[in-house]
C-alpha cells in the first residue's frame, strides 16, 4: 500500500455554495477559508505531511475586478492571521507560484507567514497562489537559460520549480464535481493519481480527509511497471 505522503487540493465550488444559497459569491470564498482550516486539521491527524492547495490561478485574473480584488484581500488580510493560529498545530507554510502581478501588500503578509512559520515541521502547506502549470515550467526554462543552460533534462527543470525539496503530489483531488485540473501541478501530475468529488469545497471537512485516504488506498500504482 503506497503512503498518501503529498495531497494536492483544487479547492472548487466557492461560488456555487453561495449562489446556491442567495450569497454573494465573495461568502462562499469566506467560506471555503473555513473548511480550509478543517481540512488542514484532518490532514495532520492523517499524518499527511505535504498539503499544496490551489488558492488562484494564473488565468483567474480574468474574474471581475471585484472577485479578484476580495480574493487578494483575503490573501492579505485573513491566511497571516489563520495560519498563525496553525502556527501551534505545527504547519509550515509555502508559497507555489508567479510573484509577479501580485499586490505588494499580499506579498508581504505571505512571505511574513511563511518566514515565520519556517520551523514548524508537522505539516507543510503549499500555498498556489498566481500558479500555473504552464508558468511554473516556463519560469524554470527560463531559469536555466539564464544560467546558459544549451539542454533542458526533466530533473533540470524540475530543480528550477519554487520547492523543488517538495516531493512530487501523490494523489490530486478536486471539489465541486469538476473533472479538469485547470492547470494545477502539470509537470508533478505525471503519475499522481486522480479523484473527483462531486460536494463543493465550503462543506468540506475533516472527515472528507478520511475518506480521501480511505480512497487513496485503494489504488494500484504502478508507475509504468508491473505491479
Ligand atoms: C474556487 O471556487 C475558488 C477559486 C477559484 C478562487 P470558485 O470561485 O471557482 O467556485 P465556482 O466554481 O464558481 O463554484
Ligand atoms: C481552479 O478552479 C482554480 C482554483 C481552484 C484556484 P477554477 O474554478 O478557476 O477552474 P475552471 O475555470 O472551472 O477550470
Ligand atoms: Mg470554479
Redesign the pocket.
Known amino acids: 500500500m503506497d503512503e498518501l505522503v503529498h495531497l494536492g487540493i483544487i ?9 446556491k444559497r442567495n450569497l454573494p ?1 465573495a461568502a ?2 469566506l467560506e ?1 477559508l473555513k473548511s480550509l482550516k478543517k481540512v488542514i486539521k484532518g490532514a495532520i491527524d492523517e499524518g499527511i505531511k505535504y498539503l499544496t492547495v ?4 494564473t488565468e ?1 485574473w480574468k ?1 471581475p475586478e471585484a ?1 479578484v480584488n476580495y ?1 487578494m484581500a483575503l490573501f492579505t488580510n485573513k491566511i497571516y492571521g489563520e495560519i498563525r493560529t496553525m502556527g501551534s498545530l505545527g504547519v509550515q507554510v509555502r508559497l507555489l507560484g508567479k510573484r509577479e502581478g501580485l499586490p505588494e501588500a499580499a506579498l508581504k503578509a505571505l512571505d511574513r507567514t511563511v518566514n515565520e512559520t519556517s520551523q514548524n515541521d508537522k505539516l507543510v502547506l503549499q500555498l498556489a497562489i498566481n500558479y500555473g502549470g504552464h508558468d511554473e515550467i516556463a519560469r524554470a526554462v527560463n531559469a536555466l537559460i539564464r544560467e546558459g543552460v544549451k539542454e533542458v533534462t526533466p530533473e533540470l527543470i524540475r530543480s528550477k520549480f519554487d520547492n523543488p525539496d517538495i516531493p512530487p503530489v501523490d494523489f490530486i483531488v478536486r471539489s ?1 464535481g ?1 473533472e479538469r485540473l485547470s492547470n494545477f501541478l502539470l509537470f508533478d501530475s505525471a503519475y499522481s493519481e486522480l479523484g473527483f468529488y462531486d460536494k ?2 465550503p462543506d468540506w471537512d475533516e472527515e472528507m480527509i478520511k475518506t480521501v485516504k480511505e480512497d487513496f488506498h485503494k489504488r494500484q500504482r504502478r508507475f509504468g511497471g508491473l505491479a
Open positions: 479547492m472548487d465550488g466557492n461560488g456555487r455554495w453561495a449562489k459569491r462562499g470564498h471555503g490551489y488558492c488562484f490561478s483567474n474574474r472577485e480574493l465541486a469538476e463543493l469545497w
